[in-house]
């Protein structure tokens, strides 16, 4: 095998244990999305654009001198005849399987250089579609705990309100009740003052009476007297 070619059958294996590293469960999508965004790999990925369509251009490059290499030897082996020399026979045999190969390294190693960036592109959404998910959880977890303790205020709000009220009306009650005792005590006292009064005009009627009864009996004494003396 050439050197060129045993760099691309290099480069896929390399791209295999690349591929079972970003399928098989070694790590979690927010620790490949974490060394993603690496500072060394964040100073690649502004020509990383340019560093894969390089790579793609040489893949697709190697495969068509492969398919080239293939179209070459097939033919080659369909226009020999069959008294061909057989170590001619061999050495085509073996260019077209060399030509076969090299295109099946090729063809791989440029399937999976497409399969590992999109891989890379897949794993990078997940962890932020992970990591949205868990701010919008922790943003409802947040919500509700909040609503819950805004519905506790408001019901000691509300308890609070119907406490005030019903102190109020206690209030208003006491502040009733304080002006009917005082309405109380000023009907009794204008009853004494009444009763004081009525009892002091039936003893000035009955001193009346009695000096008109008095002066009554004079007035008789006085008319009898006068008789007697005519």
Do not use: C
């Not at 560093?51 to 893949?59: D, K, T, W």
């Amino acid at each position: 095998m050439s050197l060129q070619w045993t760099l691309i059958a290099g480069f896929l294996y390399l791209e295999i244990g690349i591929v079972l590293l970003l399928v098989l469960p070694v790590a979690s999508p927010r620790r490949w999305n974490s060394l993603f965004k690496s500072k060394f790999l964040q100073g690649l990925q502004r020509q990383a654009g340019v560093y894969f369509m390089i790579l793609l251009a040489v893949l697709v490059l190697f495969l068509l001198d492969a398919i080239r290499e293939m179209r070459k030897y097939s033919n080659t082996e369909s226009e020999e005849h069959g008294h061909a020399h057989l170590d001619r026979e061999m050495q085509g045999s073996m260019r077209l399987f060399r030509a076969q190969r090299n295109f099946y390294i090729s063809g791989f190693a440029l399937f999976l250089s497409l399969v590992i960036r999109r891989l890379v592109i897949l794993i990078s959404a997940q962890a932020t579609l992970q990591a949205q998910s868990e701010a919008s959880m922790r943003q409802a977890q947040s919500a509700t705990t909040a609503a819950k303790s805004l519905l506790a205020q408001r019901g000691e709000i509300e308890q609070n309100d119907s406490n005030e009220a019903h102190d109020k009306e206690i209030t208003s009650l006491k502040n009733k009740i304080t002006e009917l005792e005082d309405d109380l005590k000023l009907e009794k006292k204008d009853k004494s003052a009444l009763k004081q009064q009525a009892d002091n005009l039936a003893k000035e009627y009955d001193r009346l009476a009695e000096e008109h009864s008095k002066l009554q009996k004079k007035v008789t004494i006085g008319g009898v007297g006068d008789k007697k003396e005519e």
